[in-house]
């Protein structure tokens, strides 16, 4: 199953590394993660999307708990919450495919952020399920280069 965990920690040097090895010792693969400062700027938020065995992932959120520069853990599956990710999507475009290109592009409330002579630049955000459709639709013209955020999440309320 898959796990959203989000991570309030001291915004110290090394602490990344450290939580990463906590997932890496216990033989788990992470899948997404992204880190960023909150609204104080001595404390970061992590947003660590992982696949394991609930059991699992229960020990690993007991032991981010008894760390010492985590402030806070919690495993948003078990909440309703909101997340979203950032992808940049190079598209091979010839001048007759570029207005279909776009068209796409609004359905999914993306934004054109470069044009060149033989591509577009696409900016889409939002749930991986709408990024996926997005990359669906635009890869019969040809992707050249595909630059994916790590998904991030908050609770809900």
């Known amino acids: 199953m898959e796990h959203v965990i989000s991570v309030l920690v001291e915004n110290r040097f090394g602490v990344l590394a450290h939580i990463a ?11 997404s993660l992204a880190v960023g400062t909150t609204t104080d700027p001595t404390i970061s938020r992590m947003t660590i999307v992982t696949r394991g065995d609930d059991r699992i992932v229960q020990q690993i959120v ?32 010839k ?25 577009v630049t696409v ?17 019969p013209f040809g992707i050249k280069e595909i630059v ?6 908050m609770a809900r309320g």
């Open 95 to 119: 001048q007759k495919s570029r207005s279909e290109i776009i068209e796409i592009a609004n359905i999914f409330r993306a934004k054109i952020v470069d044009v060149q002579h033989e591509s």
């Open 21 to 31: 090895g906590l997932f890496s010792g216990r033989g788990f693969n992470i899948d």
């Open 62 to 93: 007991k032991q981010l708990n008894r760390q010492v520069d985590v402030i806070e853990v919690q495993d948003l599956t078990e909440t309703s919450f909101v997340e979203r990710e950032l992808m940049l999507i190079k598209v091979t475009s």
């Open 123 to 139: 900016e889409a955000v939002g749930s991986s399920g709408k990024l996926q459709a997005l990359l669906d639709l635009l890869t």
């Open 148 to 153: 994916r955020t790590g998904r991030i999440g």
